[in-house]
């Protein structure tokens, strides 16, 4: 990782949150799962085990990683932080909190935190999620800009994704060619999902044995990091031609996708955005799928996390504001031809919103 | 996430031993006065999860409810519409789903359990504190079931001896897919990649040391890197929940065969596993393998204090660097313990 400028200005941000909240150590978890926040302070993209960040005010970052294969990979690639290898993490972070003496702490996401650190903690371990939410949400313009290249690349390995996805390969070889491109890029990560088939189909997955088949509907969400910032992409392809069913039923995605986004700007609600894509469903007699029965969000915040605040759902109130990034994906299940996917990566601007993912909203096909 | 092939097969793994493991398991909290068992599983902690039922979440979290007799609950924050890929790779027909694990197991247990009972978690310390501060509600006794864990699975089994061959045969031909005069490491690290996802690994993770001479760390690579004439690869590959790692070193114009005098060394300690003499001469070593919930456990090591049973007949996975001629080499790969007579061996010689 060369995030070192970046890494800095995030730790100072935070360190600046803190003084604010008047919270003397923060506790920043992750694990390969859910990343970010561990990443904002310590500049950490963890892979394996699980670690933890102490953070004070003044800047002062303590890393503590589980997986020894973990710790040559820390120190090489953070910079002025301490790095520590804790077999027991959360007792060890607990007794690291007890030798700092009557301190206000907080951790964040403190649901995530190892139980032993709750259970061995000196005192109330404050819950500290909101206040590195606020920080994870509201990027600076550089964080802004790693997520437009992400973004970029996004819609680069898209195109090696459609070449890839031909009739009779299986779902994982597709993904092991888009991946492999990926890393020929130098992109460390992806958070990518697939499926194919028609109405069997109700939701994207890790890549199974299915062989792709001529009328498949070929739907993904496929996400690059760079420096960590996730920008994501969802297209739906059919192998072989499209039926006419199908690009009926595509056309209520491309309406929708773009409704949501024409309701992306300054202080507008996550909601609106939501709203907006749902009501072009409901103007076709299709509510009923954008239920949770049959969808799980309308889009979601990008960064540090591929899969973070705010939740573009019809009952999140957070206000938009410039520098927030998320995808607008009116994702959903359609009976006639099964799960469809269309999203692109945005960033709210002072006066609307930047779509930053450019490949065609299209039903791609084999003629395309 | 995993990206990569997660499925169950009955064929490596039949549904007989998950029965058998899951009954050793059964052996084992009884010998510990557990009634119920708790797993929790995430995807960078799987491993606990998996060899009691084979599933493997590629995102979320869920925890896995093992009683005294009768069938295993699986709880799941994945989406319901999740539920037939859960149960096409689960040996586990009581799927439930909630977005908060923690209440929905801490009522699956207040359901099932007399007042009075013992639940163990296995790596209770680590658990996510939601999900542990749900299970205090419980009101059972909350102990930690690690020990009792390590027991069941201490003796291997041959479907799990099986799938750890197989890991290493992909993590071989992986870092034998790449071109060793090649010059940009992004170039490498994408074959080697692309070789194992394609073989089927269920993840590949490839970290580099572009020159080691000058840094013998290994790292993800994040943009361009030029190698230089003596650099590294490790490839860590997860097959159906069995994670190994290879590493290999190329060093170009290698006319003293430094990496084979290298390779020499570290099958002559691989053959004395469990005894550390020879690993300890080198300049530094790992030696890791399943134990718990993460994947790949440090054991013992050159910087590990507080060093763990190396199983005698077991599967581990080794690291090293040894300094031959001047030249820091790095080796790796997934070995067999020695025991019953055998001496210690790799399932797949790291030779390129």
Known sequence: MKTTTLGKERRTKLAAAMTANSIEVLVAYGNAWQGDYLMYASDFPILEGHGMAVLTQDGTCRLYLDSASEIDRATAETTGIEVRFSRQIGRDVAADLKARGKVRMAAAPLGFVPFALIENAPGTIEDGTPMVDLCLMHKTPAEVDRVRKAAQTADEAYVIFRQAAQEGRKQFEVVAETESWLRSRGVADNFMLIGSGGTDIYSVTPPSNRKLAKGDNVITELTPSIEGYYAQICRTLVVGKASDAQKRAYDIYIEALEAGIAAVKPGARASDVAKAENDVFRKYDMGEYVTSAYTRVRGHGLGLFADSKPHILEDVQIELRPGMTFVVHPNTYNPNVGYMMLGDSVTVTETGCEVFTTTPRVLFDGAA | ?352
């Open chain 2, 1 to 352: 996430m995993r990206r990569g092939l997660i499925e169950w097969s009955k064929t490596e793994l039949p549904e007989s031993v998950f029965d058998a493991r899951i009954a050793a398991m059964r052996t084992a909290m009884a010998a510990s006065n557990i009634d119920t068992l708790v797993a929790y599983t995430n995807f960078t902690r799987p491993s606990a999860v998996s060899w009691l039922c084979s599933f493997i979440p590629y995102w979320s979290e869920c925890a896995l409810v093992v009683p005294k007799s009768g069938p295993l609950s699986m709880v799941s924050a994945v989406s319901p519409r999740g539920k037939p890929w859960i149960q096409s790779t689960t040996y586990s027909d009581n799927l439930l789903f909630s977005p908060k694990i923690g209440p929905e197991t801490a009522r699956v247990l207040k359901e099932a359990l007399p007042s009075g009972a013992t639940v163990g978690v296995v790596e209770l310390d680590q658990i996510p504190a939601a999900v542990g501060l749900a299970l205090k509600t419980v009101g059972a006794k909350l102990v930690d079931a690690t020990d009792a864990f390590v027991t069941a699975r201490a003796g291997g089994d041959a479907a799990g001896s099986a799938l750890a061959r197989i890991a290493a045969g992909f993590a071989h031909d992986a870092l034998a897919a790449f071109d060793p005069s090649a010059t940009d490491a992004t170039a490498v690290v994408a074959a080697v990649d692309l070789e194992a996802r394609r073989l089927g690994a269920e993840e590949s993770y490839v970290a580099i040391a572009v020159n080691v001479r000058k840094d013998r760390r290994l790292v993800r690579l994040e943009g361009p890197a030029t190698l230089a004439d003596e650099f590294a690869v490790r490839a860590t590959i997860a097959y159906k929940g069995t994670w190994v790692r290879m590493v290999r070193t190329v060093v170009r114009n290698d006319t003293q065969g430094l990496v084979a005098k290298a390779t020499e060394q570290f099958a002559a300690a691989v053959a004395e596993l469990p005894k550390l003499e020879k690993f300890a001469a080198m300049d530094s070593y790992l030696i890791e393998t399943a134990r718990t919930a993460q994947p790949l456990d440090a054991v013992a090591g050159s910087a590990i204090t507080q060093a763990q049973t190396i199983p005698a007949g077991g599967l581990v996975t080794v690291q090293a660097v040894t300094v031959v001629d001047g030249t820091p080499i790095l080796l790796g790969a997934p070995a067999g313990v020695s025991g019953a007579g055998k001496p210690g061996a790799f399932l797949v010689a790291p030779t390129f």
